[in-house]
């Protein structure tokens, strides 16, 4: 039986951190709104209160809902054994997850500094200032920071194997990389373990049969991560 997942019809945004580790595991699933639009997408959410999700992505399972991206994928983790078994160490990857989660949020500030709901055009000179403290401070203290827990592995970050935390790592450097070229260039040099992680996940099947499929929607200046050159230095 596939599972219902349900986001945004026409960006990738979160929900990309839900759907590649079910892509790269095989694991079956509707992206709803993909198929019936986003009002019914709104509708949906609307016919779950009081336990409606704040946002998508969210996961139907069994008439259940789970939202928000680390709840949904330590559920897949346990469930699919796409996490490691020991429970600190699933604690840990949380942990992880979270963390991606705040850069996420972050980057999401860069070219919405002051208002969420306002245009970029119009918040131009604030998103400069941010995208500066950005490039020069907070990316590469995310990024040694996942590098240091990344590099206490051995192939992967943990248990030999692939889990979604490394599914979520490639997305990340996916997503950098095409909102920061210039900057990403010059500092991926120092992330070896993460890009190594990146590339053994981008060579699995599934992943690689994803990436060539019209499943995997382009990043675009509508999601998350928006590639502004005039915010791009190296």
Known sequence: MAYNLWYWPSIQGRGEFVRL?????????RDCARERGEDALMADMAARAPRAPFAPPYLEIDGHTIAQVANILAWLGGHHGLAPTNLADRYWINQLQLTIADVVAEVHNVHHPVEMMAYYDDQKTEAARSARQFRDERLPKFLDYLERAVAAGDDWTIDGNWTYIDTSLFQLIEGLRYMF????AAIEGNYPNLIRIHDQIEDLPGIRAYLKSDRRLPFSEEGIFRHYPELDAA
């Open 181 to 184: 070229p210039k900057r990403m």
């Open 21 to 29: 580790p079910l892509e790269a595991a095989g694991i079956d699933y």
